[in-house]
């Protein structure tokens, strides 16, 4: 307890401003999505490989399925996108800047991200090239509210 009797994270939540906003919420939700895209192709590498090579290192592995191929090269895309969202979402966040513009960009970028990984392992070309660039929109609409502010 504090002298003024309000307890260590009654202290935090009023100084930061109390429940999440939006932006932050899309950051949680996107990464935790891109958290968890090393999923089905690890598990496609178990199937192909075996368990055993699929831990180790082996000499000559099979090559893995194609859409495997194509999810983890989303979710290298996913991870190095993350980057650029993440800091101009903190970035916009430590200026003090929220508003419809950036949590309409934050939702954005989630669903195009989303859209993007599941594109990319169908192999919609199309589809993961406009999810993309709904992205890349959506980035640049965070930039644009942190160079206006």
């Given at each position: ?38 999923i ?10 075996g ?24 979710h ?34 989630f ?39």
């Amino acid at each position: 307890m504090s002298r003024d009797g309000r307890d260590i994270a009654s202290h935090i939540k009023v100084t930061l401003g109390g429940a999440m906003s939006t932006e932050l919420m899309y950051l949680v939700w996107i990464t935790a999505l891109t958290a968890l895209m090393w999923i089905p192709y690890i598990f496609d590498r178990i199937s192909v490989w075996g368990l055993t090579d699929a831990v180790g290192y082996p000499q000559n592995p099979k090559p893995q399925s194609p859409w495997a191929r194509r999810i983890k090269s989303a979710h290298a895309n996913a991870i190095e996108n993350l980057v650029v969202f993440a800091t101009l979402v903190l970035a916009a966040r430590a200026v003090g800047i929220s508003n419809g513009t950036t949590a309409l960009a934050c939702e954005l970028y989630f669903w195009a991200r989303l859209v993007h990984f599941a594109a990319y392992g169908f192999a919609l070309p199309w589809v993961r090239t406009l999810a993309f660039a709904g992205g890349f929109v959506a980035q640049m609409m965070l930039v644009g509210q942190l160079l206006l502010h």
